[in-house]
């Protein structure tokens, strides 16, 4: 008989999927993520954790899913009944959530309710990870915390709302243990490069090596509470750890503007960002969320957990990875973590 633990995640490919399949691995899981189905694979981020299945010691398997099919998620369930599912899946890019505003709430939204419907209809004792957002807070004051008024700002902010209150309704109406988890903003090396943070400490790396004259952006002024991906995904897993579900902000509780974080990033590599950023209204939102900084004294006080990188530090971090990538065509954000001595990278293949 099997005992080792088995997870789901949804959302394995991106930022905070790869770093969690890497925590679980570590710590024994079978592993078990979703992938959409595409014409090119999109795998790069946990290239370096797979093994062919056909492996006797494989324990990271992937699976073709979406979160728009109710019936292969129902299957997909019964078939591996995971001890723990974390979703992360979801369309996640705020300003493009104004011009998607319809997938985004399909995919961000509703598909969390077929995950919960299809995981409360397996009847398997599974324990539930929701990937809530800050941008849930919208034009609330910070700091905030667990108890502070939502007031969502965009459609990805709305969605998420939706997504969080059908978390809770699933607990509290059906006994699931299912959490949320209220992460403010967590980035990385491995953060697209769409995002703000990746868009400025990639061009701070392309500028300082002559390969690019400027960077193009929006509102300078909007703060943030920027922490490391790495340390966050440490705080998902003690989520549903705990003796009772309960929902959790994460948060380094140090607030920087995009000026500010833009400033570190560029003094990294001995540049003034004000001789290469421009403005472009483009990048703009319809509507701003100005202020977002998070109180995380629940989750240090239950779960021993507590941020120890902030968003000055966390650029550094950042910029020397982009540095690295680009002189060398790799990927130095393999080694920012441990990942289990058996892992290699192969190519991608189906369970």
């Known amino acids: 008989m099997n005992d080792m633990r088995r ?14 399949a890497e925590l679980l691995l ?13 014409s090119t694979f999109n795998t790069g981020r946990i290239e370096h954790l797979y093994r062919d299945p056909h492996d006797p010691d494989a324990r990271l398997f992937l699976h ?39 997938y985004t709430a399909d995919i961000t939204g509703t598909g969390t309710a077929r995950l919960l419907e299809a995981v409360r209809l397996s009847d398997i004792p599974t324990r539930y990870y929701q990937a809530s957002s800050s941008e849930l807070y ?28 059908m978390t809770r309704n699933y607990r509290e109406a059906h006994g699931m243990y299912a959490v949320n988890g209220i992460l403010f903003n967590h980035e990385s090396p491995r953060r697209g490069e769409t995002f703000v943070t990746r868009k400025i400490t990639r061009a701070a790396a392309a500028i300082a090596l ?21 340390e966050y995904i440490e705080g998902m897993w003690r989520m549903l750890q705990a003796d009772q579900p ?9 607030g920087l503007t ?64 982009d540095v690295q990538i680009l002189e060398h065509a790799g990927r130095p954000w393999v080694d920012e973590v441990s990942v289990p001595s058996w892992s290699n990278r192969a190519v991608l293949g189906d369970s």
Do not use: C
Request: aromatic share 10%.
């Open 7 to 20: 997870a789901l995640i949804t959302g394995i490919t991106g930022q905070d999927g790869s770093y969690l």
């Open 26 to 38: 570590i710590k024994g899981y079978e592993v078990h993520g979703l992938i959409r189905r595409a």
């Open 64 to 102: 073709y899913a979406d979160l728009n099919d109710a019936a292969r998620l129902g299957a997909l369930l019964s078939r591996i009944r995971p001890d723990e599912v974390y979703n992360l899946a979801a369309q996640s890019h705020v300003r493009v959530s104004f011009d998607e505003p319809v």
């Open 138 to 165: 919208g034009s609330s004051p910070p700091p905030q915390d667990e108890n502070t008024t939502f007031t969502p700002q965009s459609p990805y902010a709305a969605a998420k709302l939706y997504s969080y209150w």
């Open 210 to 230: 002559g390969r690019q004259d400027h960077l193009y952006l929006g509102n300078l002024d909007a703060v943030r509470d920027w922490g490391y991906a790495a």
């Open 246 to 254: 309960e929902d959790y902000v994460l948060a380094t509780g140090v």
């Open 258 to 321: 995009v000026r500010e974080f833009l400033s570190a990033a560029f003094e990294r590599v001995g540049l003034d960002y004000e001789r290469h950023t421009r403005f472009d209204e483009r990048y703009l939102r319809p509507t701003e969320v100005d202020a977002l900084v998070g109180d995380a004294s629940k989750a240090r006080r239950n779960l021993g957990w507590e941020a120890s990188v902030d968003g000055r530090r966390l650029a550094q971090i950042m910029v020397d990875a």
